[in-house]
């Protein structure tokens, strides 16, 4: 089935630094969704992709979905102590349902 | 934006006890509500897709009669875990998909499900 691939599992980073995670697939995915999940919480909704090929920037975060369509990164700059978390890239199934990658653990020390 | 609210965030009881999940969209109607199990350090693992005014739709290897769904509106659909037993504690979260077209799935804030 399909299946997404998420790098790096996990980061540990200086606070300022910049961070860039991406995610993969052996198929193609017509959208692609980053979401980030803080400790006890649900997963929240950061960017949408909808095109290929296309840039899209909220805040600090920058997402592109890749020409392919079978790949997709996230790249977080001058990181904060509040960008901790554990981020997901997931995708619509030929069937609707929501694939997500296994995470990218992000730590980031002050 | 859209919200989903689950209710209730936390809960705590003894082996066999039945316990129910609420699900709620707040602003947006959703004919479709999806059912997550996580589980420590791993990903979200869809256990059934919730469709109103009909039958789930349960992803295999997940017992139907163990957790049972009903969406009988719009704006809510619940999950039941009957006779629940320490294997079933877990982290369980909901998402919720707007009707109108096509839009991501917004989340619920999750249950974390602790049976003693």
């Known amino acids: 089935g399909q299946q997404l691939n998420q790098s790096p599992q996990s980061m540990f980073i200086q606070e300022g630094e910049d961070v860039s995670m991406n995610c993969t697939s052996s198929s193609i995915f017509n959208t692609w969704l980053w979401y980030k999940q803080e400790p006890g919480e649900g997963p929240v909704l950061l960017i949408a992709?909808?095109?290929?090929?296309e840039l899209t920037s909220n805040g600090r975060l920058t997402a592109q979905f890749g020409i392919t369509r079978k790949d997709s990164f996230l790249n977080i700059s001058a990181s904060i102590p509040s960008d901790v978390g554990i981020y997901f890239c997931a995708g619509p199934s030929n069937t609707g349902k929501l694939i997500f990658g296994q995470g990218t653990t992000l730590q980031v020390k002050p | 934006g859209a919200v989903v609210s689950q209710h209730p965030s936390r809960v705590i009881c003894k082996s066999g006890t039945s316990v129910k999940i609420e699900c709620r969209s707040l602003?947006?109607?959703?004919?479709?509500m999806f059912w997550y199990r996580q589980f420590p350090k791993q990903s979200l693992m869809l256990m059934a897709t919730s469709n109103e005014g009909s039958k789930a739709t349960y992803e295999q290897g997940v017992e139907k009669d163990k957790f049972l769904i009903n969406h009988a509106s719009l704006t809510l659909s619940t999950l039941t875990v009957t006779s629940a037993h320490p294997e079933d504690s877990s982290f369980y979260i909901c998402s919720a998909r707007d009707r109108r077209g096509y839009q991501p799935q917004h989340f619920g804030d999750g249950t974390r499900l602790s049976i003693l």
């Open positions: 602003d947006f109607q959703a004919t479709t």
């Open positions: 992709l909808y095109k290929a090929g």
